[in-house]
């Protein structure tokens, strides 16, 4: 067997592979579009169809009718917004200051930052609970705020850490030469090379905000307050009944903003900025 | 005035001395290149007139200023100097006339003014047609000329090069290598140019300074370097060289393993080292000092034959003949090697400063 057969037939093989994959991801999402388009009786037949005959938004319409959907969707994009600016705020100057000063203290703390992900949410949600409560921060988008940052923090720390290495002293150097004072460097050069990162970093911590259910379920309680993944969980009655089709009509919408977001973004945000920067 | 004077300067990182005792002065608008192996100090040294890098004890001044010294130290933006990267350093996010252009933006000069520079500075390294493009589009001769360009445009008295060219492919190292030069001259900077590359160093050098573990071996112009290298590293670094050992005796160096032995008349005596250049030995007989041997190789490179001569001893000479010698020689044939020019050196015994051939 000669090189371009083999070569041809790993190509294949990697292709099949992905294309496997590419459905055991994708697989969910076209059901769940399926879903929200079928009428009842489809939905529930015993012969499951993938394309719906009759295809209908009465899912739709049924579910921004029997919900406040909207209130649910302003307050997950509100919360969402305002978490990753304040998990952007703390974590792109650490993320530079552990990068730029090397003292021996900077290993253990990225280890310790690391461990911090360890613990499940379920474990500190009690004590969470009571001190949220002691400090009158439940139910209320202050608490749920500081709760995701809290969350998001140490993952995008690390995530900041790595954008902010792919950059060169050498480019921060040559700006000292030409007369920029720190300031100037960090405004000038390093924010403008990391805006890719932080972009990345900044919707990371967005969609775990949007996506988030457990602490949301637990720390808000007014109806007015809470977030879209709680009311998407209401479809599910505790009688046991759940309404499928409005069900993934609101899981449709609730994916949408993430879905958008990174199929504009994806290219820019894996090109990098940075090509062309330095010769290695 | 932007002469560079170091005192004393000596640079450890905890307990490593990178850098000792370095005692010199960079005279105004002298060309002058740090040569060394990687790891010797070079850097360090253009790290720290750069103000990158604080000296452990001793002082650098810059004309009459003093940079770095007891109590003082100027950062690297008001030092007043140029300086090009070994990887560039070329900024992605901004055009080559931003980049060219930043260093007079950020000392708040009239538009019209830092157009008009620019537009100069582009042309003395010959990026005008390429302004608008930006650095991803370039290829690494081209940003290297950015660098270059940004370096000068503030008109700075000392230029500082770290390995510049290192990254270019070897035609155009050759033109930036003139380039360089030329610019040196035009616009009368003092330069000091950190480089492993002897050649360069050659080509360019006013005065050459070469380090080797953070001392400096020897410094003096290219001709000085390369005929009368101080030592045998120098020897070895600048240029090829091959390294026989033997022993003066009645008049005569009788080299070890070999059985042969050159006429000799110089100061040394007892152990000593000779070392040859490829280039001062030939085929053609002449009256000078001679080893016979047999030749083993034999590399065709169009200008002159690469020659590997067995002398003996499992040691090898490199010599260099002219082109045509590569029709008549003929591989294991017995032959004579005549020595036009050689140097010697004490023995001191150590093996890590030479190697026999490379």
Request: hydrophobic share 45%; charged share 20%.
């Amino acid at each position: 067997m000669n090189y371009r057969v083999k070569n041809l037939m790993a190509k294949s093989v990697m292709q099949i592979c992905l294309l496997f994959f590419v459905v055991f991801l994708a697989f969910p999402l076209v059901w769940m579009l399926s879903t929200s388009l079928k009428p009842n009786p489809e939905i529930y037949s015993r012969i499951p169809t993938l394309i719906p005959k009759e295809p209908t938004f009465d899912h739709f319409r049924a579910a921004f009718g029997q919900q406040d959907l909207l209130s649910g969707i302003y307050n997950s994009f509100k919360i969402g917004v305002l978490s990753s600016i304040v998990v952007l705020i703390i974590t792109v100057p650490a993320a530079y200051a552990l990068v730029r000063f090397q003292t021996v203290i900077n290993k253990s703390v990225m280890a310790w930052i690391l461990v911090s992900q360890l613990f499940p949410s379920i474990l500190i949600i009690i004590p969470l609970f009571v001190l949220l409560r002691n400090l009158a921060l439940t139910n209320s988008h202050i608490g749920i705020i500081l709760v995701y940052t809290v969350w998001s923090v140490p993952f995008v720390l690390w995530m900041m850490r790595s954008y902010v290495k792919a950059i060169p002293i050498e480019l921060e150097e040559a700006a000292f030469i030409d007369g920029c004072n720190r300031l100037q460097v960090l405004s000038k050069i390093v924010f403008p090379l990391l805006v890719p990162g932080i972009v990345a970093s900044g919707l990371f911590a967005f969609v775990s905000a949007w996506n988030e259910f457990f602490f949301a379920l637990v720390l808000l309680k007014t109806p007015k307050l809470t977030t879209l993944p709680v009311y998407l969980s209401r479809f599910t009655g505790s009688e046991g009944m759940t309404r499928l089709g409005p069900l993934a009509a609101s899981c449709l919408v609730a994916t949408i903003p993430t879905l958008v977001v990174f199929t504009f973004l994806q290219k820019g945000l894996v090109s990098g900025l940075m090509s062309g920067a330095v010769k290695q | 005035m932007a002469s560079i004077t170091i005192s004393n300067v000596t640079k450890a990182f905890g307990d490593v001395v990178v850098l000792r005792e370095f005692n010199e002065v960079f005279h105004d608008k002298e060309f002058v290149t740090l040569l060394g192996p990687s790891g010797c100090g070079k850097t360090t040294m253009l790290r720290m007139i750069a103000g990158f890098e604080k000296p452990t004890t001793g002082e650098i001044k810059i004309g009459d200023r003093v940079v770095s010294g007891a109590g003082t130290f100027v950062p690297p933006e008001k030092r007043g100097i140029g300086m090009v990267f070994q990887s560039y350093a070329v900024w992605p996010h901004m055009n080559v006339f931003d980049n060219v252009a930043y260093p007079l933006k950020i000392a708040k000069r009239p538009k019209e003014e830092i157009k008009r520079k620019v537009e100069h500075i582009l042309e003395i390294v010959h990026l005008s047609q390429y302004a608008e493009r930006f650095p991803m589009q370039l290829s690494g001769g081209q940003q290297q000329r950015v660098a270059l360009g940004r370096a000068l445009i503030a008109e700075p008295s000392v230029l500082l090069l770290d390995e510049p060219l290192s990254n270019l492919d070897a035609k155009l190292r050759e033109s930036m290598r003139f380039e360089i030069k030329q610019i040196q001259r035009d616009f009368g900077i003092t330069v000091v140019y950190v480089t492993h590359d002897q050649t360069e160093a050659m080509a360019m050098s006013d005065r050459i300074f070469v380090i080797n573990r953070g001392v400096i071996q020897q410094v003096g112009s290219p001709t000085e370097v390369y005929r009368k290298p101080a030592n045998q590293f120098v020897a070895d670094f600048v240029g090829t060289i091959n390294f026989l050992r033997g022993e003066v005796k009645n008049g005569r160096i009788e080299l070890a393993g070999l059985g042969q032995s050159i006429p000799y008349d110089g100061i040394y005596k007892g152990k000593v080292v000779v070392a040859i250049r490829p280039e001062n030995m030939s085929l053609l007989p002449t009256d000078k000092a001679s080893l016979t041997g047999k030749l083993t190789r034999t590399f065709y490179l169009g200008d002159v034959t690469d020659c590997r001569v067995d002398v003996g001893g499992g040691q090898y000479l490199r010599l260099v003949a002219d082109s045509r010698s590569y029709d008549s020689l003929t591989e294991d044939q017995e032959l004579t090697v005549y020595i036009d020019d050689f140097l010697v050196y004490e023995d001191d015994g150590r093996e890590d400063h030479t190697k026999i051939i490379t």
